[in-house]
């Protein structure tokens, strides 16, 4: 990918685009909570083109168009938001925080091995949570801690 490329991909990301990372409960993971990550780039739909050229481009994603007349094009594949990150961090600038945070989250991720590796990530997570200004969180690193003291589960 040229640098010009991925320097308009980031002032896109940067001005409609959006970095995130979620803690969700998952009855069917052996811990009961899984980290999201996602990132999304926003448009009116009339333009949805640029973003069928973003995801032809980074080959990864999905496209939504919402009766709102919005469309977003969003990676949550945790190897595939990593590549992307990765690519864009010389560039970006308003998200730079997020872009950093997020790249280290997700190579804990890829280490965790225990309970405690994985709460350490969950403070992380609202850490991310902070930088991104998020009000309406319900899933954090204490509803987790509460939870793992509360329940018999592996280590």
């Given at each position: 990918m040229g640098s010009?490329?991925?320097?308009?991909i980031a002032g896109f990301l940067d001005g409609d685009g959006s970095i995130f990372f979620q803690i969700i409960k998952r009855k069917d993971y052996l811990r009961k909570f899984q980290?999201?990550?996602s990132i999304a780039f926003y448009q009116k739909t009339r333009?949805?083109?640029i973003l069928q050229w973003l995801k032809d481009y980074s080959g990864a994603g999905y496209i939504r168009h919402r009766k709102t007349g919005i469309s977003d094009y969003t990676v949550v594949e945790p190897h595939e938001v990593g590549r992307i990150l990765s690519l864009l961090l010389p560039y970006v600038r308003l998200k730079k925080k997020?872009?950093?945070?997020?790249?280290?989250?997700?190579?804990?991720?890829?280490?965790?091995?225990s309970k405690e590796d994985f709460l350490k990530i969950c403070k992380l997570v609202d850490k991310f949570g902070k930088i991104n200004y998020s009000k309406k969180r319900t899933m954090t690193y204490k509803v987790v801690k509460d939870y793992f003291k509360n329940k018999s589960l592996p280590p």
């Open positions: 010009t490329t991925l320097a308009y980290i999201r990550c333009y949805a083109e997020h872009a950093i945070l997020g790249l280290q989250i997700l190579q804990k991720l890829e280490s965790a091995k």
